[in-house]
């Protein structure tokens, strides 16, 4: 899996979890085929020379494949649920409107500016820098609290 992802996608220095053994007797045809699937987030300018399919546009999927990206989507979304930035795509300091903005990208819709900020300033630092080159009044730098 690592080494297709990195030599026809292009990817380098993955993290993957192991997802979910997907054993169901019936899921093929053709007999028992038991899959090992895994989770890889990485960071958008990672996977610039791959076409990305949003995954609401994916249709058509052979055997249990939806179940499959189902379950991804559902894991990576009830990560970012409960934390902040769990697979750092923002990297170490980002302010309030990127996260928020990484946030309604992962939940697939937008979410609410002012029950967001509540909910994620417990789990952020804020630091003496502010966003530079905006126009209009700068947005404070946070950081994550621990890790």
């Known amino acids: 899996m690592l080494r297709s992802l990195r030599d026809k996608a292009h990817i380098e220095e993955l993290r993957p979890r192991q997802l ?6 019936d899921r093929d045809d053709r007999g ?3 899959s090992v699937a895994h989770l890889v987030v990485v960071q958008e300018a990672s996977v610039a020379r791959v076409d990305l399919t949003p995954v609401a546009e994916v249709h058509g999927t052979v055997y249990d494949h ?12 009830a990560s970012y649920r409960a934390f902040a930035d769990p697979e750092r795509l923002l990297g170490p300091e980002f302010t309030l409107l990127e996260l928020l903005r990484l946030h309604s990208a ?3 819709e ?3 500016k002012d029950t967001f900020r ?3 300033l417990g789990q952020l630092v804020e630091t003496d820098a502010y966003q530079p080159g905006v126009v209009g009044k700068p947005a404070k730098v946070y950081r994550h609290a621990a890790g």
Do not use: C, Q, Y
């Open 20 to 25: 979910h053994v997907f054993d169901d007797p």
């Open 118 to 120: 509540r909910h994620m």
């Open 110 to 112: 937008p979410l609410g």
């Open 66 to 77: 939806s179940k499959i990206i189902e379950m991804a989507v559902d894991t990576l979304r």
């Open 106 to 108: 992962i939940a697939g």
């Open 32 to 34: 028992w085929v038991m």
